[in-house]
Nanobody, 116 residues
């Protein structure tokens, strides 16, 4: 079992930055991949970025060069640094993990609002 708790959301002006955090606890040794997803009203949930246990990263094309996903193994925390935010990138950002048994875990989400 893995518990994920996000923080760091808030209100930012277009062009601004936010850093989201996802603290993991429980069977974290079993996690293979951790990801950030965005759920915007009326839109499909979208995977924004992911990082593997080996540190390999992948990003949605729309955020490449502006968002950075990192992890701090000592703190069992994954971060998403978001720069040059756009109004259409507002939504609930959820942390997700996939373990070595292909079990999915989700955090409760953190709201990001981007004003134009």
């Amino acid at each position: 079992q893995v518990l994920l708790v996000e923080s760091g959301g808030g209100l930012v002006q277009a062009g601004g930055s936010l850093r989201l955090s996802c603290a993991a606890s429980g069977s974290i040794f079993s996690i293979n991949v951790m990801s950030w997803y965005r759920q915007a009203p009326g839109k499909q949930r979208e995977r924004v970025a992911e990082i593997t246990s080996g540190g390999r990263t992948n990003y949605a094309d729309s955020v490449k060069g502006r968002f950075t996903i990192t992890k701090d193994n000592a703190k069992d925390t994954v971060y998403l640094q978001m720069n040059s935010l756009k109004p259409e990138e507002a939504g609930v950002y959820c942390c997700h993990s996939l373990d070595d048994r292909n079990c999915n875990y989700w955090g409760q989400g953190t709201q990001v609002t981007v004003s134009s």
